[in-house]
Structure formats: structure tokens, C-alpha cells
């Protein structure tokens, strides 16, 4: 089927970049949020985004007034009755996204696609949620969306080629590049990049070298824009935790088991770039490596 029309559910700060990746590009978008209380202030975030790019030259007066138009934000889930494509973009917790799902299959068009946005929770139990398991397909965006070219494709068990083709080219309207993945746990990217960052912090805790120095050798030696202990701060550290205790349940291994030093860091409310302090101080600028966060005797300071 033709998508024209998109319900991004759930604005966070996954969700605000999906929803305005589909106004961008063209479609009829609705932006719901999944939680009480009111709009505004993802609102006031996303219309400030927006002013930036037309002050830099990449967004037109004329387009950017028509992309406000096309984006629509709504706290009722029967505003979303009939779009093309639902993509739910909330709270990693099965029974939170089960609920969701199966409240919005009532309320939305029996010809519409339903899509998620999770790497670490099974479409195929996702979709058993809904009565359209052949229309029921994960939709994997990263962070930040508008950077982030890549897209994985998750087809559930019972998904329909038609619904793959669908959102295969969907995604390819948003300017992204789509890749199929099968149904697992992590898919692609998760499956390699977490036991990655998990390793680095393990490096760190055995003191092969400080934070500064891990980061600076696989930007150095492998080419990566980002070093991985970086990478970990700017994703969020209890997100890359309870991406590795997911992939460890799932998988039973050992390489994917989150390190004390991650453990210890989350329960501290050393989150990264979010919190202003991870492994690196972001209340200084340029941030830097908190060196004393693990000493070479391993204890940590």
C-alpha cells in the first residue's frame, strides 16, 4: 500500500525526530503523545529546531511553514484513526507497548500498517497484540534521527512481503537507507555495537588505558567518528545497560553482560550526556575524560 499519512506515537526525544523526518519528507504527520499532560513544551522544542535550520540555510521560509502545517500533535489516540502508518515510539516495557498497540488496533483503520521502533523486545509478540499481525512491522530509527541514515527493517513471523515493500520504500522517502533484519533480539546493530561499548568499559575497569586513550585509539586506529566510551555517554548509560542485560537474558552471553563499573555509574545517576557526567564531564567545554572515575588499582573514585 501507498503511505501518505504518519501517527508517530510516543514524543520523546525518538519520536519528536521521527515525526518531523516524516513532515520533512512530505507526509501528513500526527504526533501523539502516550503519556498525560500537555504538548508544549515538545511543541516549543521542535518549532526552535525547525527556526535553526531556516537561520542556517537549510530549510526555506516557504518550506518551513508548510512543514508546520503537515505536522500536527495531538494527546488523543483517536486522532490517529486514520492514518496509513502507526509508528510507536514509547517506553521500552512490553505490557506499556502491548496496551498501547492493542487500544490503538480498535481505533485506527483495519488497512493500516502498525510499526515499532524497539531493537530489544520481539515484533512477532508485539504484533500478537493487535488483530493485524500481517500488517505489523518494526521500524528501527537511531539516534538522532535526522543525522542517522539507517533504518532496520524487522519483519514479524507473520508479516506480509507487501507490508516489507511498504515500509522499505517509506523509509526510503525519508531519505534513510533501509536494511531487512530478522526478528531477534538487537537486530544488527545492537547485536554488534553493545558487546563493543561493553568491552571498552571492561578495558577501562582492568585499566588497559584511560577513558581518554580508549577513545582516542578506535577513533585513531578503526576510524570511528566517536570513540566507544563517548558513544556510551551520548547514547545514555542506563539505555546501553538495559540494552546488554536484554541482549544477555536473550542470548545467554557473557559478552553481552553489562560490567559493575556500568552498573554502579547507572545507579549513581551517571547517565552521560544527559545527566552532564558519564565517563566524560559535560559541564566543561570541551567535555572532558573524569579520570578519576576508575583508579589503576580498579577501585573506583
Known sequence: MEIRSVGVLG?????????QAAARAGFDTIM?????????????????QLQKDVERGKLTAADHGALLERLRWTTHL??????DLVIESIV?????KQD???RLDEI???EAIFATNTSTLTVTELAAATGRPERFIGLHFFNPVHAMKLVEVAPGLRTSAETVESCVAFARRLGKAPVVVADSTGYIVNRLLVPYMVDAIGCLERGLGSIADIDAAMQNGANHPMGPLALADFIGLDIVYHMAALLQE?????????PPLLRRMVLAGYLGRKTGCGFYDYGK??????VAIVRRDGAQG
Do not use: S
Open 11 to 19: 514524543a520523546g526525544q525518538m519520536g519528536l525526530g521521527i515525526a
Open 32 to 48: 501523539a503523545k502516550a503519556t498525560p499532560g500537555a504538548l508544549d513544551a515538545q511543541r516549543t522544542k521542535v518549532e526552535k
Open 78 to 83: 483517536h486522532d490517529l484513526a486514520n492514518v
Open 92 to 96: 521500552e516495557e512490553l505490557p506499556v
Open 100 to 102: 498501547h498497540l492493542g
Open 108 to 110: 485506527v483503520t483495519a
Open 250 to 258: 536473550e542470548y545467554k552471553e557473557a559478552r553481552f553482560a553489562p
Open 285 to 290: 567545554n570541551p567535555p572532558v575524560p573524569r
